[in-house]
């Protein structure tokens, strides 16, 4: 069986390391907090003081870290993974960053004789928690086949997505988040407008959930609209970061994506008025507060 090390223990990485140990597997893990470390190592993992000792350890590496300059530091910076990749590893990151940085990563990792896949995921906290993430994954098809198992206990197999060459399941993933963009913005107006009319938006959902309007995001994030828990199962900061690598990407490529733009600012709002460690739910305050006050949780 593979020896896995993992690195990035933050709110999605430890539940998904733990589903790891759960299913056999070996890990060795790294992260720059200890506490997770400590209970990483409590449930059976062995620690590592860098990733360059990670790599050293494991067949697999995987990394769960915020942004592209993480990764980039967690891979190429001073005692990071290629100072000990051992031929034929495979490098998965699972972290949400540029497409373009990481084709450049995988070439260095190429040229060190391993092979890298990016295999973003999508579900939030929760489905970190019980492994049932959507997970997209680019890179050569051969090393997915060989990752596959590894990958399917932490998202539902079926949900185990391969979607092309290098940098292919970035693109996949800033498309998943253009997507939950514009429901959210769609449930938060539909929940304006309600409340603007006196009507039970709590009713209103509950008639939507029936329909084709029905979503996750209906479904997980209108609940917390109505009840005003944004306790962060995705953090809004790291959805605006997100957001931003869309509309990077949307540029260089030459691509319009009005309607992204505008989610964008409204996120953008909500981060700038003290908000970026709430839920990426907490958003449609922004149009809750536009409608003059009158539709906020509980409105």
């Known amino acids: 069986m593979e020896v896995i090390g993992f690195i990035g223990l933050g709110i999605m990485g430890k539940p998904m390391a733990l589903n790891l140990i759960k299913a056999g597997y070996s890990l060795v893990v790294q992260s720059r907090s200890r506490k997770p470390v400590d209970e ?152 304006a407008l309600a409340a603007s009319l006196g009507i039970d938006r709590a009713r209103v959902r509950q008639a939507l959930l029936g329909g084709f309007a029905a979503s996750k995001v209906l479904e997980v994030h209108g609940n917390r609209m109505l009840t005003g828990d944004y306790k962060p199962g995705f953090f809004v900061r790291l959805y605006q970061k997100d957001l931003r690598l869309v509309n990077e990407t949307a540029m260089a490529n030459n691509v319009a994506i009005p309607a992204t733009a505008i989610v964008t600012q409204f996120v953008n709002a909500l981060v700038a008025s003290g908000g970026g460690e709430l839920d990426c739910a907490a958003a449609a305050e922004v149009w809750f507060r536009l409608a003059d006050g009158k539709t906020g949780a509980g409105g």
């Open 40 to 191: 990483l190592v409590a449930a059976g993992a062995t620690a590592a003081a860098t990733p360059a000792e990670v790599a050293q350890a494991a067949t697999i590496v995987i990394t769960m870290v915020p942004d592209t300059p993480d990764v980039e530091l967690v891979l190429t910076g001073a005692n990071g993974v290629l100072d000990r990749l051992k031929p034929g590893t495979i490098v998965i990151d699972m972290s949400t960053i540029s497409p373009e940085a990481t084709k450049r990563l995988a070439a260095a990792i190429a040229g060190k004789g391993g092979s890298m896949l990016d295999a973003p995921v999508s579900g939030g906290e929760i489905g970190a928690k019980n492994a049932t993430l959507t997970i997209m994954v680019g890179g050569d098809q051969a090393t997915f086949e060989r990752a596959r198992p590894v990958l399917s206990c932490m998202g539902k197999p079926e949900s185990v997505t391969y979607i092309g060459e290098s940098g292919a399941g970035q693109v996949a993933k800033l498309c998943n988040q253009i997507c939950i963009g514009g429901a959210l913005a769609g449930v938060a107006e539909a929940f």
